[in-house]
């Protein structure tokens, strides 16, 4: 009976300790939230217009003043704005997605007022419902506990879906021919762990490197189901990366433009150095986006200034802000595709997106028919159906 007695005492206790440590730690953790969507741009898909900057710059320095957030800016890459947000509530909060959700409405009410091309683009629900998963804004958020510096890079893509993380992904955390310290740092040494989610059946994969790698790689190769959502080390499962995956056609059930994905990569420190994670980027690989959302085109890095795409809406364009996080508060950003020694990889993407499009409608510029389910080809199959004959 004692015995049971202080067992059980002992059980409560322990409970009830545990919730005390994890509240505790949860108050000196940061959680990094990236939330964007495209509510709307100044002329067709090209740029999201400074009025709309303003209406969210405002809407997050109140967040800010009323301590939601730690800190904050507002950018944008392409026609997509860009919310990068610290605060302590943790991932999925439901107060920050709501912040974010009103900060997006309210800059597609001043993009309907201004006659901007699909205001409210992104925005597929009428109401938000405790949580962003599904209502179109994509995200990614880390929650950590701050290392004595934390170096981390905010990936903003335009033009593009979130598999086009995949290949520079995998060769960040999984390639020694890229990353060095993969070979030579102890503590990256053991490898790390990938969670692989397919887009279409909605459940997830974790995948060890590196004696999985070629598994992984059957996978990742697919990069229109298979998508890197977050990357761990293997060592403490310390979270290193992490990819925003809305797949808006499939919230939609039809073409509502590309999932323009943003990452967000912890650097140093046992983890991929700064210049290691921007290494892969120098190889401007074909990701699926384009034009209508629907050809293949060259990545092509870009700084922040020049996220705006022109030919063809393309080619699609990356952009890399480097911050260092202090106390929950962001120092920065460095535009980190800003520097000549991405020259090259800008001008073979040019030669690149020459030869692509030449072949006009054909494929493989033009995306295989199971992407395009969600355009116009199934009503051409419609229209042609009186038409069939057999052979
Ligand atoms: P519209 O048919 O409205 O021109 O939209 C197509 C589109 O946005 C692809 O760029
Ligand atoms: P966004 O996904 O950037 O809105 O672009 C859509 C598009 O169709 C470009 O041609
Ligand atoms: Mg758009
Ligand atoms: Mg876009």
């Given at each position: 009976m004692i015995v049971r007695f202080i067992v059980t005492l002992s059980a409560i206790d322990f409970n009830k300790i545990k919730r005390i440590v994890s509240a505790v730690i949860s108050m000196v953790k940061t959680t990094l939230s990236?939330?964007?969507?495209?509510?709307g741009s100044l002329v067709g898909h090209h740029v999201v217009h400074p009025e709309l900057l303003k209406v969210a710059e405002e809407s997050l320095q109140k967040a800010?003043?009323?301590?939601?957030?730690?800190?904050?800016?507002?950018?944008?890459?392409?026609?997509?704005?860009?919310?990068?947000?610290?605060?302590?509530k943790g991932e999925e909060s439901a107060e920050i997605h709501k912040l974010a959700w009103d900060t997006?409405?309210?800059?597609?009410?001043?993009?309907?007022?201004?006659?901007?091309?699909?205001?409210?683009?992104?925005?597929?629900?009428?109401?938000?419902?405790?949580?962003?998963?599904?209502?179109?804004?994509?995200?990614?958020?880390?929650?950590?506990?701050?290392?004595?510096?934390?170096?981390?890079?905010?990936?903003?893509?335009d033009k593009t879906e979130p598999g086009a993380f995949n290949l520079p992904f995998y060769k960040i955390f999984a390639d020694p021919f890229s990353s060095a310290g993969l070979v030579i740092d102890p503590k990256m040494h053991e490898g790390f762990i990938f969670q692989?989610?397919?887009?279409?059946?909605?459940?997830?994969?974790?995948?060890?490197?590196?004696?999985?790698?070629?598994?992984?790689?059957?996978?990742?190769?697919?990069?229109?189901?298979?998508?890197?959502?977050r990357i761990m080390r293997k060592s403490d499962r310390l979270v290193a990366a992490s990819v925003s995956i809305t797949k808006l056609s499939l919230i939609a059930g039809r073409y509502v433009g590309?999932?323009?994905?943003?990452?967000?990569?912890?650097?140093q420190h046992g983890l991929p150095a700064v210049g290691e994670v921007l290494e892969p980027f120098s190889f401007p690989h074909l990701v699926a986006g384009w034009m209508r959302g629907s050809h293949y085109g060259p990545m092509m890095p870009v700084a922040q200034r020049n996220a705006k795409c022109t030919r063809f809406d393309g080619p699609p364009r990356f952009v890399a802000l480097g911050f260092q996080i202090k106390d929950s508060k962001l120092v920065g950003p460095a535009d980190l595709f800003d520097d000549p020694a991405f020259d090259w990889t800008r001008w073979k993407a040019l030669e690149?997106?020459?030869?692509?499009?030449?072949?006009?409608?054909?494929?493989?510029?033009?995306?295989?028919p199971e992407e395009m389910e969600y355009t116009t080809l199934p009503q051409v199959l419609e229209k042609l159906k009186g038409r069939i004959k057999k052979e």
């Amino acid at each position: 009976m004692i015995v049971r007695f202080i067992v059980t005492l002992s059980a409560i206790d322990f409970n009830k300790i545990k919730r005390i440590v994890s509240a505790v730690i949860s108050m000196v953790k940061t959680t990094l939230s990236v939330i964007k969507a495209d509510v709307g741009s100044l002329v067709g898909h090209h740029v999201v217009h400074p009025e709309l900057l303003k209406v969210a710059e405002e809407s997050l320095q109140k967040a800010k003043k009323s301590g939601l957030l730690h800190d904050y800016r507002v950018t944008n890459c392409g026609d997509d704005l860009e919310l990068i947000m610290t605060h302590r509530k943790g991932e999925e909060s439901a107060e920050i997605h709501k912040l974010a959700w009103d900060t997006f409405s309210k800059a597609a009410r001043v993009a309907k007022d201004l006659g901007l091309y699909a205001a409210g683009q992104d925005l597929l629900s009428d109401a938000f419902s405790g949580n962003l998963k599904g209502m179109g804004p994509g995200f990614t958020e880390i929650e950590f506990e701050e290392r004595a510096s934390e170096p981390i890079i905010v990936f903003m893509a335009d033009k593009t879906e979130p598999g086009a993380f995949n290949l520079p992904f995998y060769k960040i955390f999984a390639d020694p021919f890229s990353s060095a310290g993969l070979v030579i740092d102890p503590k990256m040494h053991e490898g790390f762990i990938f969670q692989v989610l397919d887009v279409i059946k909605g459940h997830s994969y974790e995948l060890s490197t590196p004696e999985e790698s070629y598994d992984l790689l059957a996978l990742i190769g697919t990069t229109g189901r298979y998508i890197l959502k977050r990357i761990m080390r293997k060592s403490d499962r310390l979270v290193a990366a992490s990819v925003s995956i809305t797949k808006l056609s499939l919230i939609a059930g039809r073409y509502v433009g590309k999932d323009d994905p943003v990452a967000i990569v912890r650097a140093q420190h046992g983890l991929p150095a700064v210049g290691e994670v921007l290494e892969p980027f120098s190889f401007p690989h074909l990701v699926a986006g384009w034009m209508r959302g629907s050809h293949y085109g060259p990545m092509m890095p870009v700084a922040q200034r020049n996220a705006k795409c022109t030919r063809f809406d393309g080619p699609p364009r990356f952009v890399a802000l480097g911050f260092q996080i202090k106390d929950s508060k962001l120092v920065g950003p460095a535009d980190l595709f800003d520097d000549p020694a991405f020259d090259w990889t800008r001008w073979k993407a040019l030669e690149v997106a020459d030869y692509m499009r030449r072949h006009g409608p054909f494929m493989p510029e033009r995306l295989g028919p199971e992407e395009m389910e969600y355009t116009t080809l199934p009503q051409v199959l419609e229209k042609l159906k009186g038409r069939i004959k057999k052979e």
